[in-house]
């Protein structure tokens, strides 16, 4: 990522590299405000050569092997916050979360996801990621972990705009954990003529309790999340007259932003050609497989 | 020793390996001891006089030598007309340009200091826009113009913005027009681009304590630096020497002059210590010059049968603040603006404008990507309101080898090339006349062509020159001025002295394969315009002429055969008449030495070199000859168009050539392909965005954006005709830059004959085409929307 700062060298930092979770809190603590964690990098190393970020001291997280983990444990599958993105591009993720697959195929290219984490896409806190739409959709959790304590809070509302996050500086996203239901789900992207979608569509459908997050990233500061309450969607009714009513709603409520990759109104258009498109592969599936 | 020929066949180039393991030394890996940094500091204005500049903060960073500003290099720069300042002197004139270079002993500290650097500006009005620049009462970019000097053939117009007129005249276009029965008359747009070389600009520069001036930069073309430098800084040519790495892309962005006469000045004045200036991409996509903007104002009338009878055509290239280049992109995009086509009537004002933006330089294709947006385009329409389809259009218009005139009044000569054949196959292989359905009912598939021709644009005497030296193991050197900046060059010549030698090929060294050096290579004038294989290929054949010669007079007394009886092929030296009497060439490389000690000859050095013939500059109504060679081609592709989305979707390409001679077809299929991706960049995403001061707002590769591979999802079928060019080098001609000139009319054209939507302005990004489609079809649109969303019903209703 790049916003086209004039500097060739990174600001002066010290390095740290602790080998354990306890090490990295304690760390983490006792250099409060003054740190920033980095597993592969690819954010943080250009946020910090555009000097957008000038910490003290960074803390690289890629001995801490609690981090390193990505299991299944009651029904939640856990991403460690060093987990790479390449590690998520497995059939059975693709199976069991074709929206998390989804998106993070879609996240850069194949030498960044061997380097880039899902958790931190997420923790870059930028509208354009791919991440936090996805673990919106997915109803995904975060836990946060600090020197004393740890706490497990909703993804959904964590990142309040760009560059903010609901994390406070002793504190490290540590796991992701997206409940394994059954779901189907798809992740869309239109990015013409830039590395981030100009709007993007999370769409996870559980298909056990009858009900969807359609969530729009990469057009507002924040995604926007439609359930299926919110458009009086009704499964019991014909899809076609469900279609017009999640269109009307995007109509009388979705308006994007304006900015240097589109303007608003095809924003919208984009918008509603992709939920459409998320719709009809979702439940087009559904008819497939009955 | 072996005489399987190489030509023709596919051969990897000859500094792969150097390349995939990462080993080939490029300028930016050179450190020399004592080196120290550079960084420069920019203006925040786009037009605004410098009142004063102070630098005491910024001197006592730790690790800071000195700071310069303009007023230290009172030098100007350029090759066809000297705009250029080494840095701002009195008044910045963009946004971006540099005002200031700070020298320390790491980059970390310049960085630190060039933001202690305080410049006080009064801003003045800045002048933006091509058209505006032109108004009576437009702020002047260049007070001074009138003192600039100007290459012969360049005519800037001081008390203006105009950096140079050129005009083409042919007959009478007014009465063209009027007795035409179809008449396309519209206004087509390209925006500022960047070269996007993966390597950024990087030079140091050495200012010895014995006044030599010695530069390790990332140049095309160190002759011609070297040529530039020399001049404006006054230093005699055989005191500067220029080394020139192999670079990481070019494209025509590393031509002419660079950043070498500032490191140069930066190095006196830190001491006669090395100076090395890296740039950053934001610095390369703001402080250093990228393409000009085009703006093209057409009007082309055709018979009912379909020939083009006038082409009245003013062309505004935006230069930005430097035009130093960009006044010759104007001349040839200008003389070459009718392309393949005959046309009876032809009037076009090419004019090259200053602008307060970013300065611009040559890029690959150098006018003709810009003059055959329109061009191409306009040839569809009409064929569409004539009822005629896109290949009889141009096969009535195509300039006839042999018999056609140029407007410049130059004959087309009969060697030239095929183009009818070039059209044919292209559309042949595109299938142009069948009707493809899309997989879904919201988009369309359309096809498209465009022909495409370009001639090296250069000066009337551009040389070039060769040594080939022969070793007492039966190896090569050959010492050429041509680097490597992946466009296959130095493999292609080494391909050919192979050939003709009879060795193999592992057997010849193009010295300059890991780098130009002006002390130790062969002169030639630019690696640029796709002159390198035809100058520097005709160039080495006559120094293997040479060589042979050398080595018939020697061998003739070790034969004791006339010389014109001795032959040398296949490796071996032999007597025409008495075959059976021959040795190896090696034998004969260093002299011949008989088996009782004696000697005869000595070590054979083979010079050969090249200069055009029978070119001229061009007159005030562009009449002249100023070309070596055209190589014609033509480019289709299937395209598919979302039509809700406006997002255009290549699923097959053609690209096909005319190139004489196949010499590496390796490297022909790797530039065909390569340039159908760099001209799909721009064809359907790259522009520099400004905001209305003046401000890039896109100077990164992440909102800039190149096409990744991810982008590249389709076939592209390459076909190469070989009409030999007789005085080319074994019958080639010149191909680097033809392969990325019609991708953008191609695709135009696709969306074109799909939909009637007529395009007029890249980069046809979705929005612009969704725009487009609304304004000029919008029922497409609506049908589209519809069916798509019928498409959804029918999931359910089966």
């Avoid at chain 1, 979705?254 to 979702?282: C, G, H, M, T, W």
């Avoid at chain 2, 010759?328 to 004019?351: C, D, F, H």
Wanted: net charge negative.
């Amino acid at each position: 990522m790049s916003f086209g700062g004039p500097y060739f060298t990174l600001p002066k930092f010290k390095y740290l590299r602790p080998d354990s979770l306890e090490e990295l809190l304690s760390s983490l603590h006792e250099h409060s405000g003054n740190a920033k964690i980095m597993s592969g990098g690819v954010g943080l190393l250009a946020f910090m050569k555009e000097r957008l970020t000038a910490p003290e001291y960074v803390i690289s997280i890629s001995k801490v092997p609690e981090l390193k983990t990505l299991q299944i444990k009651g029904g939640v599958l856990a991403v460690g916050a060093n987990v790479h993105l390449s590690e998520l591009e497995s059939g059975s993720i693709k199976n069991s979360l074709p929206t998390l697959y989804r998106a993070v195929k879609n996240i850069a290219d194949p030498t960044i996801r061997n380097m880039g984490t899902l958790v931190g896409d997420l923790a870059e806190a930028v509208p354009w990621g791919d991440a936090y739409p996805a673990l919106i959709s997915m109803e995904a959790e975060a836990e946060i972990s600090k020197k004393s304590s740890s706490r497990v809070v909703p993804v959904n509302g964590l990142v309040l705009g760009l560059g903010q996050i609901n994390v406070d500086d002793d504190e490290i996203i540590s796991r992701a954990l997206i409940p394994l239901r059954k779901v189907r789900g798809t992740y869309l992207k239109f990015a013409n003529g830039s590395e981030y979608g100009l709007a993007t569509v999370a769409l996870t459908y559980f298909t056990e309790e009858k009900r969807f997050n359609l969530v729009i990233g990469s057009a507002s500061e924040t995604p926007i999340t439609i359930r299926e309450s919110d458009v009086d969607w009704d499964f019991d009714k014909d899809f076609g007259t469900n279609v017009e009513k999640l269109e009307r709603y995007l109509q009388l409520n979705v308006n994007p932003v304006d900015d240097l990759l589109a303007s608003s109104d095809f924003r919208k258009n984009v918008i509603r050609y992709l939920s459409l498109q998320a719709v009809k592969e979702v439940f087009l599936d559904e008819r497939d497989q009955n | 020793m072996n005489s399987r020929t190489v030509l023709g066949e596919k051969v990897p180039q000859v500094d792969s390996w150097l390349k995939v393991t990462g080993t080939l030394r490029y300028s930016f890996d050179i450190s020399l001891p004592g080196m120290l940094y550079a960084k420069l500091v920019t203006s925040k204005y786009a037009h605004a006089k410098i009142r004063s500049l102070s630098f005491e903060e910024a001197l006592k960073v730790p690790g800071v030598v000195a700071v310069a500003t303009g007023k230290d290099f009172p030098f100007r720069l350029g090759i066809y007309v000297s705009d250029r300042d080494v840095l701002a002197v009195n008044k910045v004139r963009w946004v971006g340009h540099p005002v200031a270079a700070v020298i320390a002993t790491d980059m970390s500290s310049a960085e630190e200091a060039a933001e202690k650097v305080n410049v006080d500006y009064e801003p003045l009005e800045p002048v933006l826009d091509v058209e505006k620049a032109l108004e009576k009462d437009a702020p002047l970019v260049h007070e001074d113009l009138a003192d600039y000097s100007v290459f012969p053939g360049f005519r800037p117009v001081p008390g203006t913005n105009i950096a140079n007129e050129f005009n083409l005249v042919k007959g009478d276009v007014e009465k063209g027009l009027k007795e035409s029965s179809v008449v396309i008359e519209d206004t087509f747009r390209i925006p500022q681009i960047s070269h996007a070389a993966m390597e950024v600009q990087n030079s140091i520069g050495y200012w010895r304590p014995d006044n030599v001036v010695e530069l390790w930069s990332s140049v095309q073309s160190p002759f011609a630096t070297r040529f530039l430098l020399s001049k404006s800084l006054g230093v005699p040519l055989n005191r500067v020497i220029v080394h020139a790495p192999p670079i990481g892309g070019g494209f025509g962005l590393k031509a002419g002059l660079g950043w070498e006469a500032l490191v140069a000045l930066l190095s006196k004045k830190a001491g006669n210590r090395p100076v090395k200036l890296v740039l950053s991409r934001a610095e390369q996509m703001t402080s250093a010059p990228s393409r000009d903007l085009f703006l093209a104002k057409v009007r082309a009338g055709f018979s009912k049968e379909g020939r083009f009878l006038a082409y009245k055509a003013e062309f505004f290239l935006d230069a930005g603040a430097y035009a130093d280049y960009t006044v010759n992109v104007a001349r040839t995009a200008g003389y070459s603006a009718e392309g393949s086509y005959e046309i009876e009537n032809v009037n076009v004002k090419s004019l090259a404008v200053y602008t307060n933006k970013i300065p611009t330089t040559a890029m690959r294709g150098f006018g003709h990507p810009e003059n055959h947006w329109p061009l191409e385009q306009i040839l569809d329409r009409a064929a569409h309101e004539l009822k005629m389809d896109p290949v009889s259009i141009r096969a009535v218009n195509l300039l006839k080898p042999g018999f056609s005139e140029r407007a410049t009044g130059e004959k087309v000569r009969e060697d030239e090339g095929n183009p009818e054949g070039v059209l044919r196959t292209a559309a042949g292989l595109i299938e142009i006349d069948k009707v493809e359905n899309p997989s879904v009912p919201w988009t369309v598939i359309g096809k498209g062509l465009s022909m495409l021709v370009k001639a090296p644009s250069q000066p009337s005497n551009a040389a070039a020159s060769a040594v080939v030296k022969l070793n007492e193991d039966g190896t090569v050197d050959v010492i050429t001025g041509t680097g490597s900046m992946g466009q296959g060059t130095p493999t292609g010549l080494a391909m050919i002295v192979a050939e003709e030698f009879g060795v193999p090929l592992e057997s010849v060294k193009v010295v300059q394969t890991e780098g130009v050096d002006t002390d130790r290579s062969a002169y030639t004038w630019q690696t640029v315009g796709s002159r390198g294989l035809f100058s520097d290929g005709i160039a080495v054949l006559r120094a293997i002429e040479d060589a042979k010669g050398q080595v018939k007079k020697i061998a003739s007394a070790v034969f004791r055969v006339p010389e014109d009886d001795v032959e040398v092929s296949g490796g071996y030296v032999f007597s025409r008449t008495h075959p059976w009497i021959r040795k190896e060439l090696r034998e004969f490389a260093n002299g011949y030495t008989f088996s009782d000690g004696t000697s005869v000859g000595g070590p054979v050095i083979g010079r050969g070199s090249y200069i055009p013939v029978l070119n001229t500059f061009l007159d005030e109504k562009g009449h002249g000859s100023n070309t070596v060679f055209h190589t014609y081609g033509a480019t289709a592709v299937e395209v598919e168009l979302n039509l809700i989305t406006g997002e255009i979707k290549v699923l097959r390409a053609v690209q096909v050539f005319d190139v004489g001679k196949v010499i590496n077809l390796l490297t022909l299929i790797g530039q065909a392909d390569g340039g159908f991706i760099m001209g799909l960049g721009s064809a359907l995403f790259e522009e520099i965005k400004f905001d209305d001061s003046g401000w890039v707002l896109n100077p990164n590769l992440t909102h800039y954006y190149v096409p990744r591979i991810t982008d590249c999802d389709f076939e592209i079928k390459e076909s190469f005709i070989e009409t030999p060019q007789k005085d080319g080098p074994l019958g080639a001609r010149g191909i680097g830059e033809h392969v990325m000139i019609a991708v953008a009319p191609a695709i135009a054209n696709a969306v074109f004959n799909a939909t009637g939507v007529k395009m007029n302005e890249l980069p046809m990004s979705a929005e612009k085409v969704w725009r487009e489609i609304m304004k000029q079809k919008p029922e497409l649109f609506s049908k589209a929307l519809k069916s798509f969303q019928e498409s959804l019903k029918e999931v359910m209703a089966e």
